[in-house]
């Protein structure tokens, strides 16, 4: 994954799939001694796009940099990814 250009915000034409763990469908269903929700307007959604796009980099380099060497079947071998060599690359481009 990658960004190809700006990150998604509101009226930017970018499209979001969101999911939840509530097992509320619906505002109508809440009842007394329920705590209430408010709704965020369209211009809020923009900080919560960036977030979300963040929170999904963040987890992307971590997986890839706290992999380990995989001894698979028949010698096969994957090597994880050196991270002094990262952060020598990263370091030489500014990075």
């Not at 619906?26 to 001694?33: D, N």
């Not at 963040?54 to 971590?62: L, Q």
Request: aromatic share 6%; proline share 5%; no cysteine.
């Amino acid at each position: 994954m990658a960004r190809a250009r700006s990150s998604g915000s509101n009226g930017g034409g970018d499209y979001a799939i969101a999911f939840s763990t509530t097992s509320r469908s619906s505002p109508q269903r809440f009842t007394a001694g329920t705590p209430s929700l408010s709704r965020l307007s369209e211009e809020e959604l923009s900080p919560l796009f960036e977030a979300a796009i963040e929170a999904t980099e963040e987890a992307i380099d971590n997986s890839i940099l706290r992999a380990t060497t995989v001894h698979g079947r028949d010698g096969h071998v994957v090597p994880a990814i050196p991270i002094d060599r990262v952060r020598e690359v990263m370091k030489k481009y500014g990075r």
